[in-house]
């Protein structure tokens, strides 16, 4: 019976110690295999240049659209598109015939209303003498009515003939004005129609090469006006300074200020990288699209400095530039730069929930429980719309991840500077990308490997 007993205690013994060794074991494998891979990165120190985006065009910095004053057929046409050409070139001709006779008509009617000045002239010192002579009879009559030489009806007449004389004058004095007001229109018009048929022939405003021709001999043209542009014939532009137009959109227009440095790639020249400078800055807004699809972005003209494709240029080129108007480029306008700060990889600082008060438990907790990952994360968006965000890096430690609250500076397109929050040569985390930005937290183990061996399963 003792026997039986000591053998049903050692059966049971043993079975407690199996148990327990696979308990152990399977924690052991457990926890071995909730270690997440993860990359590392040492914070180090170098320079970080701030850069803008943007994409556009290439166009002269003054381009001059040439338009007719007047209407009419081109009948000529001295350049062609490319031709260099200087300010007061002869360029284009409009038929001028219409013109011609306009000005003789001009000048007829001036010719016409000289005469009508010099009859009215005539006229006035016609009425003049008649009315000296009348009104030295109107006064020799009073004098003999008063005497009572004459009868009142001779008075009467004298005295009648003496206020239609001096109408007269003044009528005359009138038609002389009016004819010299005439002779002033007449000549303005004369001034008008010469005008119009010097505009036949059309001058190069300025140098520059004739960098769009609209036009061809033989077609009509509208001239300007009040209401319309008129007809654009040709555009004569400085092709020796040539800028880039670009739209910058309002998040990074504010970074974005007069004389920045810019990196300049132009599609045609894909082997270059150009230099320029920001010279001018809109202060309105270009608006594109509708409601809520609306872009808000801002024009920023980069000139192009001479300097950086003046080997692009060859000597027996009568144009001095490589570029062309309408040439696409890509623009990275340098807004800032630190040098020899302490950066690490942008993917390895993350924006969480303040931790400081407890306020997102999660970062503290071992992470075990995987059910319920996806309600966190829900929540982990709920609490960022409400709590203050902070930006963090986890920092590997001994197998280990430890959330460092940093402050952040400067950006390039890979790196990103670190103000304060950790030290140089101090290992960073910085993948995969789910893991940094939402899954690791506080104190959790994490196994460091290659990039390459990062998502290799086992």
């Known amino acids: 019976m003792s026997k039986s007993k ?31 891979k993860v990359t590392a990165e040492a914070a180090k120190k170098r320079t970080l240049i701030e850069t803008v985006a943007a994409n556009g065009k290439i166009q002269p910095e003054v381009e001059v659209k040439i338009s007719p004053y007047i209407s009419g057929e081109v009948v000529e046409l001295y350049v062609k598109e490319g031709d260099e050409v200087a300010k007061g070139d002869l360029l284009a001709k409009i038929d001028p015939e219409i013109y011609k006779s306009a000005y003789a008509r001009s000048e007829a009617a001036l010719q016409m209303q000289r005469a009508n000045l010099a009859n009215a002239k005539a ?20 004098k003999l009515y008063d005497e009572n030489v004459i009868s009142e009806a001779d008075f009467d007449a004298a005295t009648s003939a003496y206020e ?5 004058v003044t009528a005359a004095k009138e038609n002389v004005k009016s004819a010299e007001y005439s002779i002033n229109s007449a000549k303005a018009s004369l001034k008008e129609a010469n005008e119009n048929l010097t505009r036949t022939a059309i001058y190069a405003p300025t140098n520059g090469t004739v960098s769009a021709l609209s036009v061809e001999k033989g077609e009509r043209v509208t001239g300007a006006s009040q209401f ?19 739209e910058v959109n309002e998040n990074d227009i504010v970074r974005v200020s007069l004389n920045d440095t810019c990196l300049i790639e ?22 594109l699209g509708v409601s809520a699809d609306q872009v808000t972005n801002f024009e920023v003209k980069i000139l192009i400095l001479q300097d950086s494709y003046k080997d692009l240029v060859k000597a027996d080129n009568l144009i001095k530039s490589p570029f062309r108007p309408g040439m696409s480029a890509t623009v990275d306008i340098q807004t800032e730069t630190a040098g020899n700060v302490l950066t690490v990889p942008i993917q390895a600082v993350t924006t969480r929930a303040d931790t400081s008060s407890n306020k997102d438990k999660k970062l503290e907790k071992d992470g075990d429980e995987e059910g319920n990952e996806e309600e966190e994360m829900a929540q982990d968006e709920e609490k960022k719309e409400s709590e203050e965000l902070i930006e963090y890096v986890f920092v590997y430690e001994e197998g280990e991840a430890k959330i460092v609250a940093v402050k952040t500076g400067v950006q390039d397109n890979m790196h990103i500077q670190i103000l304060e929050g950790i030290e140089e040569g101090q290992e960073i985390i910085t993948g995969p990308y789910r893991a940094v930005s939402k899954k690791l937290k506080n104190g959790d183990k994490v196994e460091k490997v290659d990039k390459k061996d990062l998502f290799k399963k086992e």
């Open 6 to 36: 000591t053998k049903k205690k050692l059966i049971i013994w043993s079975g407690i110690i199996i148990v327990l060794v696979l308990i152990i074991l399977a924690v052991t494998k457990k926890q071995t295999g909730s270690a997440t």
């Open 228 to 246: 319309s542009s008129g007809t654009e014939i040709m555009r004569v532009a400085n092709l020796q300074r040539m800028v880039v137009k670009v």
């Open 123 to 142: 006229r006035l010192a016609q009425t003049q003498a008649q009315f000296s002579k009348a009104k030295q009879d109107f006064k020799r009559n009073k």
């Open 164 to 168: 239609v004389a001096k109408e007269e």
């Open 266 to 287: 132009v599609d045609a020249y894909l082997k270059h990288k150009f230099k320029g400078l920001v010279t001018e800055i809109a202060t309105s807004a270009n608006v």
